[in-house]
């Protein structure tokens, strides 16, 4: 069935029950109840004309309270079906959302994810966008992260989704596009670098990427512990296989060159740490100079514009020490599980 546009619709047209909806929104989730309740709700109320659509929840933690929240929305918007998918055999939301496409009834399937605020109009301009560009294989809309005038470390992460150049969070993809590529890579178990894989095989395999400014969707920044920023270099695994699968892209479109700071920051700290064991304190006291000025002009560069405040700082600072070795830790753990040399 070809996309219509829903503001174009004659008033009072009629959609049946089993009508084929215009559109599939899917919206992965894990154990996030309270945060897809607040995405299902402005979903809920598109601007979307007289066309119906449907909304697939796709749930990897499968649970029971996520289930209830489905069954007692549904119904509660009158062109808005609401479908509960449980997904036990997967993970991540790479999977999740490859278990919900593949049963959405519409040729056009929306993604976008629970902590999101879709916009009301989101639907409609993403739709509209998709439909008068039949080049593009897919839309990408925009994502709004609200953030304050110096931000922390976590914030300005979250942040980077407003620039990113295709996200899961918004973007529109041709059911029969997903078809031809085969969805999502079900390898990237996080969510991390799972979208850019997608985006990169679209553009490859099938055509253009579309942009859609009108289809925006709000992403709140979500609380994180102090030190989090330490957890997240586990992500750098799957970098490993994105460049694996697109070596030239990875470097245009993701990372221009290793992060070799990082590198020699570890290096020049184990020479320290071998010449001073070995009793060259000239040794140990150069590799320690590298190590000490890498480390601080990293943490100051993560402080230029963000939040100054006390716990902030001590935060940057231990985070600024531990995340170049994690983070090469997970590189080389990436480049030996999926047979690739990757620095």
């Not at 009301?120 to 925009?142: K, M, V, Y």
């Not at 590198?263 to 100079?289: K, R």
């Not at 600072?317 to 690739?340: C, D, E, H, M, Q």
């Amino acid at each position: 069935m070809p996309l219509h546009e829903p503001a174009d619709q004659a008033v009072g047209h009629v959609e049946t029950a089993d009508a084929e909806p215009l559109v599939s929104v899917v919206i992965p989730t894990y154990r996030r109840p309270d945060l897809l309740h607040r995405c299902l709700r402005a979903i809920g109320v598109q601007q979307f004309g007289a066309g119906t659509f449907e909304v697939i929840v796709a749930d990897d933690g499968c649970q029971p309270e996520v289930e209830r929240l489905v069954q007692e929305l549904n119904g509660a918007w009158p062109r808005c079906t609401l479908r509960y998918l449980p997904v036990p055999d997967t993970q991540g939301p790479a999977g999740a959302r490859n278990a919900g496409w593949r049963i959405a009834r519409a040729s056009v399937i929306a993604f976008t994810d629970d902590d999101t605020i879709p916009d009301p109009g989101w639907l409609r301009e993403g739709c509209r966008a998709l439909s008068t560009s039949p080049q593009c294989c897919a839309i990408t809309g925009r994502v709004v992260v609200p953030l304050p005038a110096r931000p922390t470390d976590h914030q300005r992460d979250t942040g980077g989704l407003a620039t990113a150049e295709f996200v899961t969070a918004n973007c529109f993809v041709r059911k029969e596009a997903l078809l031809k590529v085969g969805g999502f890579d079900e390898r990237f178990t996080r969510a991390w670098r799972e979208d850019s894989d997608l985006q990169f095989r679209l553009l490859q395999q099938v055509g253009p990427i579309g942009t859609a400014h009108g289809a925006m969707v709000v992403h709140p920044v979500r609380p994180a512990p102090w030190g989090s920023s330490i957890a997240a270099q586990s992500k750098v695994f799957f970098d490993a296989l994105l460049y694996k699968k697109h070596p030239r892209w990875y470097r245009e479109r993701i990372r221009p060159i290793p992060p070799w700071h990082y590198y020699v920051s570890v290096l020049g700290l184990l020479v320290a740490l071998v010449a001073a064991l070995a009793g060259h304190a000239a040794v140990a006291w150069s590799g320690f100079g590298v190590w000490f000025v890498l480390t601080a002009w990293f943490c100051c560069r993560r402080l230029r514009g963000a939040a100054l405040t006390p716990s902030h700082v001590a935060e940057m600072i231990a985070t600024s020490i531990l995340i170049p070795p994690l983070s090469l830790y997970w590189r080389l753990r990436g480049a030996l599980a999926f047979k690739v040399g990757f620095l």
